[in-house]
């Protein structure tokens, strides 16, 4: 196990920026999940650790040593990729301890990480099949007893629930938190699904545009948001934002049709600025007096509902406990938990709620 640092990590093709200084820390035994849209630079940055993409400037370290002209094989690194990249003419054991034999490792010490890995990832019964003859779980899991049995210093994921589905990614998640939990191996995983960076992460780094938008725990980033597109993006469905202007006497938020939101704290804004008021779907609920919206379109999952809501121009999403029977037009008054307001900059979209 070792920290990983990046410091400074730059990447480009040609005249085309991809990574812009990305700065990220990760202790002994974290995991860290790098999140973002397609595109954004998470798994360029992860192929960079991995040594599979050169480093344009900066330096990344491993273990307190710079890996920056390391070979991959030189890294003590293991990597899971999203199509599992086992090979079909081999058995699931051979598949497993191909890596241990290419380092002409004994016999005995093979024997031995085979069958504590197939144990961990309960491979036992399937160590004699081939990769056809298993389902994509069984798949997913053999890449993972590949990586676990090399005993690495660092784990890297590059989306590997991608190819599942629901279901089986929802499986997939708990049993890699559990993996991780047993050995403590330093993981750095890629997604672009905030619901498995929220469920799986000791921290998460949001990033966008090849750059880090925000760095912290999972309710931290959920709680506090620095901007409006972590505060989008983190969090399903989406927080809402609604445009209008911060009223100082009274640290009130002024809706784009007149309607007035106490905030409940004193923002860092001026009197008359252009704000936007973020409020999480599931901080809504039905009121006597609030804000009158139109039902548009309603989504029942048993022990919830989702309600899509028209509001002046735009359109609110309330996640409302138990079951509800709206029809279409039918007018549903709302309002915010307190206390679970937030405010950001109309502009810039950075926050304006103080720690």
Same mark, same amino acid.
């Given at each position: 196990?070792?920290?990983?640092?990046?410091?400074?990590?730059?990447?480009?093709?040609?005249?085309?920026?991809?990574?812009?200084?990305?700065?990220?820390?990760?202790?002994?035994?974290?995991?860290?999940?790098?999140?973002?849209?397609?595109?954004?630079?998470?798994?360029? /940055?992860? $192929?960079?650790?991995?040594? #599979?993409?050169?480093?344009?400037?900066?330096?990344?370290?491993? *273990?307190?040593? =710079? %890996?920056?002209?390391?070979?991959?094989?030189?890294?003590?690194?293991?990597?899971?990729?999203?199509?599992?990249?086992?090979?079909?003419?081999?058995?699931?054991?051979?598949?497993?301890?191909?890596?241990l034999r290419l380092?002409?490792?004994?016999?005995?010490?093979?024997?031995?990480?085979l069958q504590a890995?197939?144990?961990?990832?309960?491979?036992?019964?399937? /160590?004699? $099949?081939?990769?056809?003859? #298993?389902?994509?779980?069984?798949?997913?899991?053999?890449?993972? *007893?590949?990586? =676990? %049995?090399?005993?690495?210093?660092?784990?890297?994921?590059?989306?590997?629930?991608?190819?599942?589905?629901?279901?089986?990614?929802?499986?997939?998640?708990?049993?890699?938190?559990?993996?991780?939990?047993?050995?403590?191996?330093?993981?750095?995983?890629?997604?672009?699904?905030?619901?498995?960076?929220?469920?799986?992460?000791?921290?998460?780094?949001?990033?966008?545009?090849?750059?880090?938008?925000?760095?912290?725990?999972?309710?931290?980033?959920?709680?506090?948001?620095?901007?409006?597109?972590?505060?989008?993006?983190?969090?399903?469905?989406?927080?809402?934002?609604?445009?209008?202007?911060?009223?100082?006497?009274?640290?009130?938020?002024?809706?784009?049709?007149?309607?007035?939101?106490?905030?409940?704290?004193?923002?860092?804004?001026?009197?008359?600025?252009?704000?936007?008021?973020?409020?999480?779907?599931?901080?809504?609920?039905?009121?006597?007096?609030?804000?009158?919206?139109?039902?548009?379109?309603?989504?029942?999952?048993?022990?919830?509902?989702?309600?899509?809501?028209?509001?002046?121009?735009?359109?609110?999403?309330?996640?409302?406990?138990?079951?509800?029977?709206f029809v279409p037009?039918?007018?549903?008054?709302?309002?915010?938990?307190?206390?679970?307001?937030?405010?950001?900059?109309?502009?810039?979209?950075?926050?304006?709620?103080?720690?």
């Amino acid at each position: 196990m070792a920290e990983v640092n990046v410091s400074g990590a730059r990447k480009a093709y040609g005249a085309v920026n991809i990574l812009h200084g990305v700065d990220i820390d990760i202790r002994d035994g974290e995991f860290v999940v790098l999140v973002g849209p397609s595109g954004c630079g998470k798994s360029t /940055l992860l $192929r960079m650790v991995a040594g #599979l993409e050169s480093i344009t400037g900066g330096t990344i370290s491993i *273990g307190g040593k =710079i %890996v920056n002209n390391l070979p991959p094989k030189d890294r003590d690194i293991a990597m899971v990729f999203q199509s599992y990249a086992l090979y079909p003419h081999k058995t699931v054991a051979e598949n497993m301890v191909f890596a241990l034999r290419l380092q002409k490792q004994p016999a005995d010490i093979i024997k031995q990480r085979l069958q504590a890995a197939a144990e961990t990832l309960d491979l036992v019964p399937y /160590l004699d $099949r081939y990769p056809r003859q #298993l389902s994509g779980g069984q798949r997913q899991r053999v890449a993972m *007893g590949r990586a =676990i %049995v090399r005993s690495p210093q660092v784990f890297l994921f590059d989306e590997p629930l991608s190819n599942l589905d629901a279901k089986l990614r929802v499986q997939m998640r708990k049993e890699i938190k559990e993996l991780h939990q047993r050995l403590r191996t330093t993981t750095i995983y890629v997604t672009h699904d905030q619901v498995e960076a929220m469920t799986m992460a000791d921290k998460i780094v949001v990033m966008q545009g090849g750059k880090v938008e925000q760095i912290g725990t999972p309710l931290e980033l959920y709680d506090r948001p620095r901007n409006t597109f972590v505060a989008a993006f983190i969090g399903s469905p989406s927080m809402n934002l609604l445009k209008g202007r911060y009223k100082a006497d009274g640290a009130i938020f002024v809706t784009e049709t007149g309607d007035e939101i106490a905030l409940g704290f004193t923002p860092q804004a001026t009197d008359g600025q252009s704000v936007l008021l973020g409020v999480r779907p599931e901080h809504l609920s039905l009121s006597q007096s609030g804000l009158d919206t139109t039902v548009n379109v309603t989504e029942p999952t048993g022990h919830e509902t989702m309600v899509f809501l028209r509001y002046g121009s735009g359109e609110l999403v309330a996640v409302l406990s138990d079951r509800h029977d709206f029809v279409p037009g039918q007018v549903a008054t709302i309002t915010a938990r307190p206390g679970k307001l937030h405010l950001f900059d109309g502009e810039s979209g950075k926050t304006l709620r103080p720690d």
